[in-house]
Structure formats: structure tokens, C-alpha cells
């Protein structure tokens, strides 16, 4: 039986009651408000997003930076504070996130910030409306890129709503500082690739990290470029790299053709 995973209960719990009934209606200011917290767009300095709020106080009180453009990753920050907030992480003491926040997914980085994440993706991109949008799509980081177009979310968060949904042999890889920070695999993806790994040189993704171009299209490598274990040296993967320069970071989607 799969795991349940109370961030994304509670998101569906959300929609469900508000019978929010298109992407459209997604309104993450007016959701946090209904919910007892109040968005204010200024007052904060030194931090991404920040929330207040202690048990039985309303409301609660989510601050973003103003600087946070654009607008997606506004609204990205806005459901991960409403994560925090849902799930009772720290009353009564502020909870501050840095951008940085926003990329912890992998299960040892802070528990806190990967279900905040998986609330705000569960949020912003319900299931429901989202497998119907990649229902007979070939994987490309230019179709993420259009998702996040549409649900008006982060690339990272879309990319990896995408691998999990997808069903098709999948991984998204974010690198940084020229090793492998994390991976999410689709369940068809059959291989493994070594979170903490260093790049290879036969990678596009490491090309960021020499100062190099990125190429913009997906571009053919052989499967031991990324994958870790034995594979014959014929085997190739199609990647398609995306440089997240105020991150500092690579976006690596990768599948098998």
C-alpha cells in the first residue's frame, strides 16, 4: 500500500471544500485567507517568506519579500508558508524561508521544508487537473516549462509534479555547485543516480558549472553519464537541462526514449 502523505491529504481536503474546479480558481491569497492567515506583500527583509501564528490566534500571518519575482515563485512562497501553517510547524515562534527553501524536496534535507514544498505543489497543481494536461506528452523541459506557464508555478515544483504524474521512464535532477543535490525518479524510471554524486564530464548539466553553454534543446548521452551501476555502453538517455542562475543550480530532466 503506498504511503499516505498528509501535506497532500490536507491540500486536497482544501480544494475539495473550497470545490475549486479549474486552475483558475486557484487564488493562494484569498485560499490563505479562508484558511485564518493573511498575506501582506511587504515588511520583510533577510528572508524569502516568513509566517507567524499561534494556536487559537487569527489570524495568522504569512510576509513575503517584495523583491520575490516573478509572479510564480510569489505564489509558490505564499502555499509553502500556507504548508508550514497547516501542518503546525513551530507555533507561536516565526518560521522564516529563505529561496533556498523552496528546493528542499530530497528526504534528508528538512523535514519541514519538503512537506511544506509538497503541500504547495499538491495546492497550486492538483492531480486532478494536472495528469489531464500531460495525458499523451513526450517529456521535455519545454513542456514543464508551459506547465508552469499554466499552473503559474516554479519550474522545479512543476518538473517534479510532472515526474510523478507522468508515467513515462522519468527522473528530474537539480545539481549544484557541480554534484548532484537531489533526484526524483518516476516509479518507471528503473535506475539509480547517487544524491551527493559529482557531475560527470560527459553530462550537458556540468557544462554550467565550467562556464559553458547549456544547450537549449534536449541532447542525447549515454546512460553512464548520469546513471550509477552497470549499463552497456551502447544505452543512452535523452537530457534536458535548464540553468537555474539565481539558484546557482541545474534543472536536469531525463528519460528514456
Not at 492538483?126 to 508555478?153: C, R
Request: proline share 6%.
Amino acid at each position: 500500500m503506498a504511503e499516505v502523505s498528509i501535506p497532500k491529504v490536507k491540500a486536497c481536503r482544501i480544494l475539495r471544500d473550497l470545490n475549486v474546479r479549474s486552475p483558475e480558481e486557484i487564488s493562494i491569497e484569498d485560499i490563505a485567507w479562508s484558511r485564518g492567515a493573511l498575506v501582506l506583500d511587504d515588511g520583510l527583509t533577510g528572508a524569502a517568506a516568513r509566517l507567524i501564528f499561534v494556536e487559537g490566534i487569527r489570524p495568522a500571518i504569512i510576509r513575503v519579500n517584495r523583491s520575490i519575482s516573478p509572479l510564480r515563485r510569489k505564489r509558490f512562497a505564499v502555499a509553502h508558508e500556507l504548508g508550514h501553517y497547516e501542518l503546525k510547524h513551530n507555533p507561536g515562534a516565526p518560521t522564516e524561508c529563505s529561496e533556498r527553501s523552496f528546493l528542499a524536496w530530497y528526504k534528508s534535507q528538512n523535514d519541514q521544508e519538503v512537506e511544506a514544498n509538497l503541500f504547495a505543489a499538491e495546492l497550486l497543481m492538483p492531480e486532478s487537473f494536472f495528469s489531464t494536461k500531460i495525458e499523451k506528452t513526450i517529456p521535455s523541459m519545454d513542456l514543464v516549462g508551459s506547465l508552469a506557464d499554466q499552473f503559474q508555478t516554479t519550474l522545479t515544483a512543476t518538473g517534479i509534479r510532472y515526474v510523478d504524474l507522468c508515467n513515462e521512464q522519468c527522473a528530474l535532477v537539480l545539481s549544484t555547485g557541480g554534484k548532484v543535490a537531489w533526484v526524483r525518479r518516476s516509479p518507471e524510471f528503473p535506475y539509480w543516480i547517487s544524491p551527493g554524486s559529482k557531475l560527470r564530464a560527459n553530462t550537458y548539466a556540468v557544462n554550467f558549472f565550467r562556464g559553458e553553454n547549456v544547450p537549449r534543446d534536449p541532447q542525447t548521452v549515454r546512460l553512464d553519464a548520469w546513471v550509477d551501476g552497470r549499463v552497456s555502453p551502447g544505452e543512452t538517455v535523452i537530457e534536458h537541462s535548464r540553468p537555474l542562475t539565481s539558484y546557482d543550480s541545474v534543472l536536469s530532466l531525463l528519460w528514456v526514449s
